[in-house]
């Protein structure tokens, strides 16, 4: 009796470590899109100033 209700009790205990694990990816998945996110809008903000600098860029060389 002894070894089936071991069984059941590792069984219980590796699925709550597996419980704890995909809480954990779950979290890291969600700040990782976050990044990904705030990345992305950076490079959008990067890339609306280099066509405002080229813009003037053109316009003053097109004045020479």
């Not at 992305?40 to 316009?59: P, Y």
Request: charged share 20%; net charge positive; aromatic share 10%.
């Amino acid at each position: 009796m002894f070894w089936p209700m071991f069984a059941v009790a590792v069984g219980f205990l590796g699925l709550a470590v597996l419980g704890v694990f995909a809480v954990r990816v779950f979290v890291e998945a969600q700040r990782l899109g976050r990044q990904v996110t705030d990345s992305a809008s950076r490079i959008n903000k990067a890339a609306e100033d280099l066509e405002r600098a080229a813009v003037s860029t053109a316009r003053a060389v097109d004045s020479l």
